[in-house]
């Protein structure tokens, strides 16, 4: 188990969680109107749930097929399709990524909004 795994505010954000989705959701969910790359996310509740959300996908330990199949359940905006690249390929890099294989991909398996990521990342509402 994880960092999180016994603490009593994870197992219960969890319960609430899952109790209402099923699973624990991706941070679109959690903040539909979020940008992958807002303060939102480390800091407040969108930290938090960004520590929930990977203690639990750590404790998943989903295949590559399972991971496809959590994204299709939840389609990511185009703004978000670098996340969903990352966590279904599981890139563990921190270096820059050439994502127009994985972008091909994510259009091969039926995922929309790839030709709309460069608009949607860097639409001015996000600044």
Known sequence: MGTYSNQEWYIK???QLTTEYGDVPPPWVYSPNGHPYSMEWR????????MILG???DQQNFDQEARIAYMRKYPPP???LQWAARFIWALQTTKDIDFTPY???L???????????EEDSNDERWE
């Open 78 to 80: 185009p703004r978000w």
């Open 103 to 105: 972008f091909e991909q």
């Open 55 to 57: 203690e639990w996908l």
């Open 43 to 50: 800091m407040g509740g969108g930290e938090s749930h960004i």
């Open 13 to 15: 954000a969890v319960q």
């Open 107 to 117: 259009k091969s398996l039926g995922f929309e909004g790839v030709d709309n990521f």
